[in-house]
């Protein structure tokens, strides 16, 4: 079985394979100041009914946590793991300035989007930071757009703001709020929205100008909040909530296989 890491600055997702279906899979804080055994001990407890783990794969945002788990896997479960870079096989050709520098989540996202959907593709994953990843109908990962996340403005804006309290993510029943509470939701989810749809939209306009893709992009979500903003959404056409583990399982298998062809 395949333990699939995803480390991201907020949570860090792992999930279980079995071949290529997805068993198990939680999610938890990514704890900055978290020790190698401390980690080792909460994999474990996880692992307590799939003790037969043959693979480990980590994509990481946060430098800290990589050699973290990677001496995890070492030490708690006998298995070096793969690391996702840029350096990999992976099944797309990363067109950017400086391919070192295109994030690890960002990676596998384009690598299991262009292999379950095709191309041309856009993924939005809404995590820390909204991130906007764009696939060319040729598989050529050509980078994208990075915003604040849906979370994230909503931290900032209370702790900026004195008379301002944290509000619960939920559908907001109307735009125009009658209290605090539910004009700090609509402006939260609904602002969230239109800036995904804003930036979608000029991607996809920018496809087919610069890039002369003609081909309509398939458009899908992932990360915590992608249900609920999806189903505002004009622009969201799939949610897929492991859409990066898919991507991690795919990698490790492309680079096993790359691997034992050598």
């Known amino acids: 079985m395949l333990l699939a890491i995803d ?26 100041a978290v020790t190698m055994d ?58 950017y300035d400086d391919p070192s520098k295109v994030g690890a989540d960002r990676i596998a996202n384009a690598v299991a989007a262009y292999q379950l959907y095709g191309g041309p593709a856009i993924v939005v994953d809404l995590g820390t930071s909204t991130n906007f990843d764009v696939i ?8 994208g757009a990075i915003a604040p996340g849906v979370e994230t403005s ?10 301002l309290f ?16 539910e004009s700090m939701r609509s402006g939260i989810v609904f602002g969230s929205v239109g800036q995904i749809d804003e930036i979608v ?16 992009p398939k458009i899908v979500a992932t990360g915590g909040l992608a249900e609920l903003i999806a189903r505002e959404s004009r622009t969201i056409e799939e949610v897929n909530p492991t859409l990066t583990l898919e991507g991690l399982r795919r990698i490790y298998l492309q680079t096993k296989k790359s691997q034992k062809n050598s």
């Open 7 to 32: 480390i991201g600055n907020s949570h860090t997702v792992l999930g279980i394979f079995r071949k290529e279906k997805l068993i198990d899979h939680f999610r938890v804080t990514s704890n900055h």
């Open 38 to 95: 401390e980690c080792g001990i909460l994999v474990k407890q996880f692992l307590r009914d799939h003790r037969k783990i043959t693979g480990v794969i980590i994509c990481s945002v946060v430098p800290p946590l990589t050699s973290v788990y990677q001496d995890m896997s070492r030490k708690f479960l006998a298995v070096d793991p793969v690391l996702v870079s840029c350096s990999l096989p992976l099944g797309i050709k990363i067109v």
């Open 136 to 143: 060319s109908d040729k598989g050529e990962y050509l980078g």
């Open 154 to 163: 909503s931290m900032h804006l209370f702790q900026r703001a004195a008379q």
């Open 166 to 181: 944290k509000v619960s993510l939920e559908r907001p029943r109307k735009a125009i709020g009658s209290s605090t509470e």
């Open 201 to 216: 939209n000029r991607v996809r306009e920018e496809l087919k100008k610069e890039h002369k893709i003609k081909k309509k």
